[in-house]
């Protein structure tokens, strides 16, 4: 399949991106909900008040945007910069990474295919898929070129992990909980990277560039750059996710797992770093007891990574279809 990016510049869009009409985003300006936006929670500030913030925006939105991270620009520009240049590589030399074996610990893929009345339907995405950690063991797997690929990812990686082992603390101490509880089995599957390049697209309002879902990890970190298209579910509208220079976007399963999208647009391409936190997959899942009570009880049943992973992938990240599979239904 040809890559998107392979190609300088679109100036049409060919008819298998052309999404069927109720799937396409011209929701967009009418269900976007220019009121409401996403919190932006200054880590600087006072610990307790960054908790507060980071409780009350998990429980709301699910999202939210970290500014004052620190996590150096230098850090987040170079690898952004480099992954937009490995993009801009000749044809010939991306070939060798082309793959859509999901155990590859690096590949370069298109756009999702997506079936639907037996048609299928492409989106307007080329993506990188990696694994960062032991990097010092899969540096060889990452591309030589660019020259600084390997050096600036290496420095993004870890500067990542860290930051969401730091909000992880945060969570948890908010919740009223031990600071380490998340930083065992439920991070230690390592982080998985995507890298999405979205090109100009000559008619966003026919295209998607990636479906509705929920992230199946503990916490996803995300870099957007500086030009807009991710969009979160809020109170079953769609809302911009604008973006705010050199912030990363949190998502989490623990408070509230939100589906979100991305749109295309005509004027830039648009690349977005998303770093998951990935749980060993045969952690256990379950309510914490701590959190439970006999006003709340637990909604959903124990249940190990590995199973809630195969349901994610079965059901094409359907966030009902899954949740179905694990929610234990009261019997009123
Ligand atoms: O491009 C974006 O901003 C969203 C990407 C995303 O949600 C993902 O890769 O899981
Ligand atoms: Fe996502």
Same mark, same amino acid.
């Given at each position: ?19 069927p009409p109720e799937k396409r985003p011209e929701n967009y300006y009418e269900l976007t909900d220019p009121t409401v936006t996403l919190p932006v929670v200054n880590l600087a500030a006072g610990r307790q008040h960054v908790i507060d913030e980071i409780i009350k925006a998990g429980k709301e939105f699910g999202f939210f945007q970290v500014v004052n991270h620190g996590v150096s620009d230098d850090v987040v520009t170079r690898f952004r910069r480099a992954a937009a240049e490995f993009f801009a590589l000749p044809a010939e030399e991306k070939l060798p990474y082309y793959s859509d074996d999901l155990s590859k610990p690096f590949r370069l893929d298109t756009s999702t295919t997506y079936v639907d009345d037996h ?28 020259? +600084?690929?390997?050096? #600036?990812? *290496? $420095?993004?990686?870890?500067? @990542? ?9 945060? =969570? ?89 999208? +991305?749109?295309?647009? #005509?004027? *830039? $391409?648009?690349?977005?770093? @998303? ?9 256990? =899942? ?47």
């Amino acid at each position: 399949m040809e890559l998107l990016s392979n190609i300088p510049v679109h100036h049409a869009v060919p008819h298998e991106f052309i999404m069927p009409p109720e799937k396409r985003p011209e929701n967009y300006y009418e269900l976007t909900d220019p009121t409401v936006t996403l919190p932006v929670v200054n880590l600087a500030a006072g610990r307790q008040h960054v908790i507060d913030e980071i409780i009350k925006a998990g429980k709301e939105f699910g999202f939210f945007q970290v500014v004052n991270h620190g996590v150096s620009d230098d850090v987040v520009t170079r690898f952004r910069r480099a992954a937009a240049e490995f993009f801009a590589l000749p044809a010939e030399e991306k070939l060798p990474y082309y793959s859509d074996d999901l155990s590859k610990p690096f590949r370069l893929d298109t756009s999702t295919t997506y079936v639907d009345d037996h048609c299928s339907r492409r989106y307007w995405r080329d993506y990188l898929q990696l694994q960062c950690f032991p990097s010092d063991r899969l540096l060889q797997d990452w591309p030589a070129k660019p020259d +600084a690929f390997r050096g #600036s990812l *290496a $420095a993004y990686a870890v500067a @990542v992990q860290q930051l969401g082992a730091r909000v992880l603390r945060l =969570i948890a101490e908010g919740l009223g909980l031990d600071q380490s509880i998340f930083l065992g089995e439920l991070i230690g599957g390592g982080t998985l990277m995507n890298v999405n390049w979205y090109p100009p697209c000559p008619n966003p309002s026919l295209t998607m560039g990636l479906v509705p879902h929920c992230d199946r990890p503990l916490l996803t970190v995300l870099s957007q750059g500086d030009v807009s298209g991710l969009q979160a579910k809020h109170r079953d509208r769609w809302i911009n996710v604008h973006p705010v220079p050199n912030a990363f976007i949190m998502t989490n399963g623990l408070l509230h797992s939100v589906e979100h999208r +991305a749109v295309t647009n #005509s004027r *830039a $391409a648009r690349l977005s770093v @998303v770093s998951v936190i990935m749980p060993e997959m045969d952690s256990h =899942i379950e309510p914490l007891p701590a959190l439970v009570t006999e006003e709340e009880p637990p909604r959903f049943r124990p249940f190990l990574f590995r199973e809630f992973n195969e349901a994610y992938t079965a059901a094409s990240a359907n966030r009902e279809v899954v949740l179905h599979r694990f929610r234990i239904h009261s019997a009123h």
